[in-house]
């Protein structure tokens, strides 16, 4: 079956620590994204990618970062200069980012310790 | 720019009507509806293109005034299935990526 995978479902971070969450995607999708969810604040992009090694900024990237150095992968690092990292984070992926449907995971729930 | 989604919250007896909004500052290229369940990932119900028909799926459906730069979704009878968090990402133009309002919360009762 196609989809994105998220890893893992919950995850915990120590303070001054970086963290990685994976993100999988077997639908031959080019654009894949990452996206933040806090209460009552929606979904806010982190970063995004068109294409293998390239991506942009979306408009909260300060204390992430990610590589796209496989198709199938968008890996996503919260440093530890995201000072407020306890959120939903949720990876999603599309054909091409024009006008496209995004298929999103299951999502990975960060909490700080 | 954010979309602005009204009303934050709706609550609703099974069989009744629905309609959210979805309102921009700046003039939009495409509309994209998503219904999110609690704890669950986000899932597509509709793109609105500008100059395209309103678009229908099962009992909802949806609209895209250009002019307006506003979008509203229609929930008629509602089951209780309809529950949920319904976001609106607008597109200002094609190959941008999508800006997501902060979502409507839905409740539909027996």
């Known amino acids: 079956d196609g989809g994105i995978t998220q890893s893992p479902k919950y995850l915990f971070r120590k303070e001054g620590q970086n963290v990685t969450l994976s993100c999988e995607q077997n639908?031959?999708?080019?654009?894949m994204y990452w996206y933040r969810q806090d209460p009552g604040q929606g979904l806010r992009l982190i970063y995004y990618?068109?294409?293998?090694?390239?991506?942009q900024k979306g408009d909260i990237a300060e204390g992430y970062s990610v590589s796209r150095e496989k198709k199938e992968s968008f890996p996503l690092t919260v440093t530890s200069a995201q000072k407020n990292p306890t959120a939903f984070y949720l990876c999603a992926s599309s054909i091409g980012l024009a006008v496209e449907t995004q298929y999103f995971g299951p999502g990975t729930r960060l909490l700080v310790l | 720019q954010q979309p602005v989604q009204s009303p934050q919250a709706v609550i609703l007896r099974e069989g009744e009507d629905a309609v959210i909004n979805c309102s921009s500052s700046?003039?939009?290229?495409?509309v994209h509806w998503y219904r999110q369940k609690h704890g669950e990932a986000p899932v597509f119900l509709m793109i609105?293109?500008?100059?395209?028909e309103q678009k229908g799926h099962e009992k909802i459906s949806a609209s895209f005034n250009e002019k307006k730069q506003q979008s509203s979704l229609y929930l008629t009878a509602s089951q209780l299935s309809y529950s949920g968090t319904y976001f609106c990402g607008t597109e200002k133009n094609s190959g941008y990526a999508l800006n997501f309002g902060k979502g409507t919360s839905l409740l539909v009762t027996p």
């Open positions: 639908l031959n999708h080019d654009a």
């Open positions: 990618s068109q294409i293998v090694n390239d991506f």
């Open positions: 609105l293109l500008k100059g395209g």
């Open positions: 700046k003039a939009l290229y495409s």
